[in-house]
């Protein structure tokens, strides 16, 4: 998701940086097609004299700028994850969004990163599992979260992904997300199998194929994130974005987000 919202803020013209914060197991590389990074985060926290900008690539296809971490294990053993921040604070005013990659569950490698960001987006994933079991999840991982972020004065909203339901279930776990634990859901994106299919060849699914269900589900998330962010909205796109929302999630009323 790092790559696909990174990917369409790009695409409207802002100056994006993606870190893969997710030291142990890094992945968002991958999302772009590069496959051994020579420089990278790693690196970087290894050696205080490297220059942020080497380890920096660029991706023609969405015009992301990518700073990748280390595809070898090996690399995590001595690295200082404290020192992201001053790595993150280096490169931020040379972006109009830098967005940082969290591992799942608590996020110990990034939270030093914390203290730069206004935002925190947590992505959460239902699957199938019983209706119980899926609250008690939401009450474990958001509520930890949000308390993290709020401790670090952040805005804290919430994505789900890989939705394979709508209808009432969905409806009742959104409702429960935004007035129950208080936080906006900023979008939700269906499970589609050219995520993964985008994913295998290096390009992020809304660049790959900005018709397919997740790329537009995407493309409302990130239209929704930035009202979020910037508090303002294009002329007609809140509309829009209800109406796309009411039918993904076959509402009659007015859906979950109305606080913008
Ligand atoms: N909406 C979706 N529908 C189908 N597959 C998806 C969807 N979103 C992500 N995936 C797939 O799930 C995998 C995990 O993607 P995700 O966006 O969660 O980030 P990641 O950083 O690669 O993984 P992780 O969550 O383990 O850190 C990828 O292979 C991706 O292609
Ligand atoms: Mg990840």
């Not at 009432?168 to 007035?179: K, S």
Request: charge should be positive; hydrophobic fraction near 40%; charged fraction near 25%.
């Amino acid at each position: 998701m790092t790559s696909n919202l990174s990917a369409y803020f790009s695409k409207l013209g802002y100056r994006v940086l993606a870190v893969d914060g997710d030291l142990y197991l890094p992945k968002l590389a991958f999302h772009f097609g590069i496959d051994n990074p020579a420089y990278n985060i790693h690196t970087l926290l290894k050696n205080p004299e490297m220059r942020t900008t080497d380890a920096i690539y660029h991706d023609q296809k969405t015009g992301v700028d990518i700073l990748p971490g280390s595809p070898s294990i090996y690399d995590i053993l001595d690295v200082d994850p404290k020192r992201m921040r001053a790595v993150v604070r280096e490169i931020l005013p040379r972006y109009n969004f830098t967005v940082v990659d969290s591992p799942v569950g608590i996020p110990f490698d990034t939270i030093s990163t914390f203290v730069l960001a206004s935002h925190q987006l947590i992505i959460i994933e239902i699957g199938r599992s019983p209706i119980h079991s899926t609250y008690r999840m939401i009450e474990n991982e958001i509520l930890k979260l949000q308390a993290l972020g709020e401790a670090y004065g952040l805005q804290v909203g919430v994505m789900i992904n890989k939705v394979r339901e709508s209808g009432q279930r969905l409806n009742d776990l959104v409702d429960f997300i935004e007035y129950s634990i208080d936080i906006p859901v900023l979008g939700v994106v269906p499970f589609d199998y050219k995520v993964p299919e985008a994913s295998n060849h290096g390009i992020p699914v809304v660049a790959y194929d900005p018709r397919a269900k997740a790329s537009k589900a995407i493309a409302s998330t990130g239209d929704r994130m930035l009202e979020w962010i910037l508090g303002r909205r294009k002329e007609g796109t809140l509309e829009k974005i209800y109406k796309r929302i009411m039918s993904l999630f076959g509402r009659k009323r007015i859906p979950a987000g109305k606080k913008f």
